[in-house]
């Protein structure tokens, strides 16, 4: 056959003749064949065979509701499934739809800087539309099934009544905390999917850099899943807090409630984890910014500190190691504020070490032989800026160094001098007077090792043992804070209380005032 034999010149019929005479022939017209038409006459009886058992549930409940006239109560319960539903599927395919097509971007950007020529992605945008639809409504199904919990939180009310341990209405045990949960698997759920899903579109990006020899993340998407991240790590631990309160349905006494473990040592461990949690985001989404990576990290350990701190004061207050301190109300302010002026000189020195402001001043006690040397406060606590330099890209001025090492000179003479107040302040307590000889014993050490890194240029023992030195002082102060909240001791014992209650039920008549204080002092002596 020849190549002439495929065009239209010279031609009378279509196909053209092969060799050997055949010709094509064309295959019969019409849309469907006659298997195809069988199908597609099969698919509604299909479906109406699936849907036949919730339709017929359907019409019974509704005929059921209707006879006993609760057919609004009937109309109340359908409106919500759909209402919940429909809500539950809109907003989290708005929320998966943005962080897919924002990450796919992104990815697209990344592969035409290396690719030659513009990249056609074809139908993979509408792909992700369709994946994020079809999650949102196997989602959808689950929230369905949740309509009492939440009738029960805009429609309840509160009880008049306060638990023992929290102090809240029972109310809120009832109708709110049970919402709560359903939030927070909901969220759950939306910021998994929307992490997973972000990273994979994330990799083509990554793919097309890796060719280009770039082995890093974008600032952009690495913030964008750093910040998801953290939300996840969030909603997390939110479990924890609503774990406290669900103790009041605990199945590990004799009667359903919360026992004496549920109280002194699983709601501790509740709480500091929920605070560790809360801690580990805020670690997470410090990784967004490289130039306050270390301060998140001093800080979060800080915080561990002293939540483990409260924690084993807790446990020997309960095994009786330790006894509560009873503190006058101006001494335990003054206790807290020492904790708070604490924490803020920890985020100096931080931002001192960070911005390796340490050196800027080599003398002691003034400041490149000045009392107030050269300074620039405004750009040395600009927050938001990359390391070692300002936000427009040029580098940080000596000056905002100095300003930043002199601040925390400042201040550390004031936190020096608030807790020898809060030491000689605790001396003249019995119970704490331990932990006045700890306090000056530490303020004393951060003294000599500050002053070791200056003098003796930042030695690497003379920075650990400033370092250890903050951490033990927060060690302390959180300790002592915990014995100085506990509840004060009885002013007698539990067996004379109770011989007490005993003989003031048994005793009849005058005398009854008289044998209780007689049995009570037999106890106590």
């Known amino acids: 056959m020849n190549p002439d034999d495929w065009t239209f010149e010279g031609r009378d019929s279509w196909p053209p003749q092969r060799e050997g005479g055949d010709s094509g022939t064309r295959r019969p017209g019409g849309r469907f064949s006659r298997g195809g038409r069988f199908l597609w006459m099969l698919l509604p009886l299909l479906l109406v065979f699936v849907a036949w058992p919730a339709i017929a549930r359907f019409v019974t409940e509704w005929l059921w509701f209707d006879s006993l006239g609760f057919s609004a109560v009937f109309r109340t319960r359908i409106l919500t499934k759909i209402g919940l539903s429909a809500g539950s599927t809109i907003l989290l395919f708005l929320f998966l739809s943005f962080n897919w097509i924002t990450a796919w971007k992104r990815s697209k950007e990344e592969l035409e800087e290396v690719m030659t020529g513009r990249w056609n992605p074809g139908l993979l945008p509408w792909l992700i539309l369709v994946a994020a639809a079809f999650l949102s409504l196997g989602n959808s199904m689950g929230s369905s099934a949740s309509w009492e919990t939440v009738l029960g939180f805009f429609k309840g009310g509160a ?30 759920n939306a910021l998994f999917l929307a992490l997973a899903g972000t990273a994979v579109l994330s990799l083509p990006g990554k793919l097309g850099r890796f060719f280009a020899m770039d082995f890093s993340l974008r600032p952009q998407t690495r913030r964008h899943l750093l910040i998801l991240a953290s939300a996840l790590v969030l909603a997390w631990g939110s479990g924890f807090l609503l774990d406290r309160w669900n103790l009041l349905y605990s199945p590990t006494g004799i009667v359903t409630g919360p026992g004496y473990t549920d109280i002194h040592a699983l709601l501790p461990a509740l709480t500091v984890l929920f605070a560790l949690s809360v801690a580990a985001a805020v670690l997470v989404l410090s990784g967004a910014g490289r130039s306050r990576r270390a301060l998140w990290w001093l800080l979060g350990g800080m915080v561990l500190i002293a939540l483990l701190a409260v924690q084993a004061t807790e446990y020997r207050l309960a095994d ?36 390796y402001a340490v050196l800027a001043c080599q003398d002691f006690p003034l400041c490149q032989g000045q009392l107030v040397p050269d300074m620039e406060l405004a750009p040395a606590f600009t927050l938001w800026r990359p390391l070692g330099q300002m936000p427009d890209g040029t580098p940080i001025a000596f000056g905002a160094l100095t300003a930043i090492h002199w601040v925390h000179r400042l201040m550390a003479l004031l936190v020096l001098a608030a807790l020898a107040a809060l030491a000689l302040a605790l001396r003249r307590q019995g119970d704490l007077a331990s932990s006045a000889r700890w306090i000056g014993a530490l303020a004393a ?30 060690l302390v102060l959180a300790s002592t804070w915990r014995r100085a909240a506990a509840p004060a001791p009885a002013p007698v014992s539990s067996g004379a209380a109770a011989v007490t209650e005993v003989a003031a039920v048994r005793a009849p008549g005058r005398s009854q005032a008289r044998i209780p204080q007689r049995r009570a002092r037999r106890v106590v002596q």
Do not use: Y
């Open 445 to 474: 050490l951060q003294l000599l090792s500050g002053l070791s890194n200056v003098v003796l240029g930042w030695p690497l023992l003379a920075a650990l043992v400033h370092t250890g030195g903050a951490a033990a002082l927060t």
């Open 320 to 355: 009786g190691e330790l006894q509560p301190a009873v503190l006058p109300a101006a001494l335990r302010r003054g206790l807290v504020a020492c904790a708070v002026l604490l924490a803020l000189q920890i985020a100096l020195g931080g931002w001192v070490s960070t911005n």
């Open 159 to 188: 009880f008049g009544e306060k638990d023992a341990i929290f102090g809240k209405d029972v109310g809120f045990f009832v109708f709110t905390l049970p919402f709560l949960g359903l939030i927070r698997g909901w969220l759950m």
